[in-house]
């Protein structure tokens, strides 16, 4: 009996080795793209990706040619609206992201900009209604806040709020580094995990309560983000994206600004509503984004100059097609 425990423990040991080796080859080329497909996981794409990309961008030294004075950051919109006029503004750093960073992750992204910049006059935070109301969603914030920031060894800069909240959706385990990136870099891994997340989430929803006006994560990291611009004595102009004119969105809006105007945050939207405007909800391909023929940068210029430069931001920007 005893020599068959032995087998049998050290049968179940080689396997826990051959499931971890097997693992660790799925997040290394050219394995990675084996398993992916052997295994059907292929549309998790693994690896440094998106969010990686807006932290290497902020992370990038000053030029000693041309200093970067204005930094650009906001949601999704703010990418699709001002993405394609980066190379023609060199003294702006143009880091659009989405809304599934939250506004933690704009905080990271400005802390680290500040870290390898001294030169800013400037920040600009471009967010839509959606994102003020965002706190950390369960699936996309391990894909957008825990993994790319673990990767950059950032996480340990967030609110000791937000790394209990994600203590308690993740684990402290599954924000270590090493995990973090193990499950990152293999597209088995995300899809295992982010699958688990996806069922617990759904669990989670049932009697959710409504969103408030001003998220948790928006009412801990927007005195961060000012704080951090008023200690370099850098201006911060908060303003918004636009939106599309439907009924739920306009009501909204005049109950969120009723809100914030008489909260203890009402310094933080001195700007912020009178860039918010509405278009014509066909212009729009889902309801956020627009789309088709307004989906050009064409387009974007001419609201560009008529939400923000007509009103005193963005006036060295240099609006090119």
């Not at 961008?57 to 040619?65: E, L, N, R």
């Not at 960073?101 to 006059?121: I, K, P, S, W």
């Not at 909204?252 to 001195?270: G, I, N, P």
Request: overall charge negative.
């Amino acid at each position: 009996m005893a020599r068959f425990v032995k087998k049998l423990g050290l049968f179940a040991l080689l396997s826990v080795v051959l499931l971890f080796t097997l693992f660790w080859l799925s997040g290394h080329p050219p394995f990675r793209e084996w398993f992916a497909k052997l295994t059907g996981s292929a549309d998790y794409k693994a690896g440094e990706g998106e969010a990686e990309q807006y932290i290497r961008k902020v992370a990038a030294d000053a030029s000693g040619d041309v200093p970067c004075r204005v930094l650009i950051l906001g949601d999704s919109v703010c990418n699709q609206m001002f993405h394609s006029l980066q190379d023609c503004n060199p003294s702006f750093c143009i880091d659009g992201n989405n809304r599934g960073m939250t506004l933690a992750g704009e905080y990271l992204l400005l802390d680290e900009f500040l870290r390898h910049h001294n030169e800013v006059t400037d920040v600009y935070l471009f967010i839509g209604t959606d994102m003020l109301r965002s706190d950390i969603d369960t699936i996309y914030g391990y894909q957008y806040v825990v993994i790319p920031f673990a990767r950059y060894d950032m996480l340990e800069r967030l609110a000791p709020e937000t790394i209990e909240t994600l203590t308690e959706l993740y684990g402290s385990l599954f924000l270590n580094k090493t995990v973090a990136c193990m499950i990152g870099n293999s597209s088995v891994g995300r899809k295992l995990y982010l699958n688990y997340l996806k069922e617990k989430n759904e669990v989670a929803e049932v009697g959710a309560i409504e969103q408030q006006w001003l998220s948790e994560t928006a009412r801990i990291y927007l005195p961060r983000i000012h704080a951090l611009c008023r200690e370099r004595q850098i201006t911060l102009h908060l303003l918004a994206t636009p939106q599309a004119d439907n009924p739920v969105n306009t009501e909204q809006v005049a109950a969120m600004r009723d809100y914030l105007e008489t909260s203890e945050y009402a310094e933080y939207f001195a700007e912020y509503f009178q860039t918010l405007a509405f278009y014509p909800e066909e212009q729009f391909a889902d309801g956020i984004h627009f789309g088709g023929a307004y989906n050009t940068q064409a387009y974007f210029n001419r609201l560009i100059e008529e939400l923000y430069q007509e009103q005193g931001y963005l006036d060295t920007l240099i609006l090119a097609e």
